[in-house]
């Protein structure tokens, strides 16, 4: 298959791409930049000028493709602590969605669509048969985007991130060191048995390769995918490797101070048990995680 791969040269999409080219796939990669267009090529693929905001652009990408995943999104709100800015990249990925999904419609080509994966399992972790709240701002609205365009004919799936992570990011974690490093304490909230689930890099890499295929054999829309290889590492193991890394002593943290030492925003993120499975997704996709694990990564980092 041609693969249009939007976020083609961020940190899951610079991986996906020489997954799917090294399994006979070609890709044509959006991006905005020289750089990025460079390491494209490098990689063996096809450039496509533009971004999420440049919707004309997204469609003539998925019109001469043969499936799409679109892993692209602009994750800047995290680094300002604004909420705001968070709704608002949310809007512009639910337009991009939409306009992907506008030249898909009525085709068997496949989308897949990356979202994340919140506490919608009460007690036990999240699988991917639950669903998130009508409306629900967090973890971003992307699923629901691409659940709307399966009853437009849209052959969409959504590929449900963890903590992606290697030695040089990790996910929402890459958030904690540089809280930790600023405040010169790495900390967790109350007992920090709340968990977060964690997938290596390359693993999640291979599954949008198996995700995207197995969309194009079977035209299954609306199956939700769980890239999850740990179901959930707390709070407190990750807070002691990050505070072993950067020799800072590690502290706990009751909730009334979580917004001054996390920030509002990250701080509703950092009290959460998002404890995820993905015994179906292996079980559908014959997808068995093999990379190392978010403290073996935490470990290894250089700090």
């Known amino acids: 298959m041609r693969i249009f791969v939007t976020g083609a040269t961020g940190f899951i999409g610079s991986a996906i791409v020489p997954e799917l080219i090294n399994a006979g796939h070609q890709v044509l990669g959006l991006t905005r930049s020289d750089a990025g267009a460079q390491s494209l090529l490098a990689a063996g693929a096809e450039v496509h000028r533009g971004d999420l905001k440049d919707l004309e652009s997204l469609r003539s990408g998925a019109a001469i493709s043969d499936g799409v995943i679109h892993c692209a999104f602009i994750h800047d709100a995290f680094a300002t602590q604004d909420f705001s800015r968070f709704k608002e990249?949310?809007?512009?990925?639910?337009?991009?969605i939409e306009a992907i999904g506008s030249v898909l419609a009525g085709s068997d080509r496949p989308l897949i669509v990356s979202s994340g994966i919140g506490p919608w399992g009460p007690g036990r972790p999240t699988t991917e048969d639950d669903n998130p709240p009508a409306q629900s701002p967090l973890p971003r609205v992307s699923e629901e985007s691409a659940m709307s365009l399966c009853s437009q004919?849209?052959?969409?799936?959504?590929?449900?991130?963890?903590?992606?992570h290697d030695t040089v990011k990790q996910g929402l974690v890459t958030f904690l060191v540089a809280i930790a490093r600023e405040k010169r304490v790495s900390a967790y909230l109350g007992e920090g048995l709340n968990r977060w689930p964690a997938a290596h890099l390359l693993d999640t890499a291979r599954l949008y390769r198996l995700a995207i295929e197995q969309q194009a054999a079977t035209h299954a829309s609306g199956v939700k995918y769980?890239?999850?290889?740990?179901?959930?590492?707390?709070?407190?193991?990750?807070?002691e490797a990050i505070g072993r890394g950067l020799k800072l002593p590690v502290v706990s943290i009751s909730k009334e101070e979580a917004g001054a030492h996390f920030g509002g925003f990250f701080g509703m993120f950092a009290g959460l048990d998002l404890a995820?499975?993905?015994?179906?997704?292996?079980?559908?996709?014959?997808w068995r995680p093999t990379g190392p694990g978010m403290i073996a990564d935490l470990e290894q980092m250089r700090y």
């Open 89 to 96: 990249n949310c809007d512009v990925d639910k337009c991009a």
């Open 153 to 164: 004919g849209v052959n969409a799936g959504v590929m449900r991130l963890p903590q992606v």
């Open 226 to 239: 769980h890239a999850v290889a740990e179901q959930g590492v707390s709070l407190r193991d990750i807070a």
């Open 276 to 286: 995820a499975s993905s015994a179906i997704t292996q079980q559908r996709l014959g």
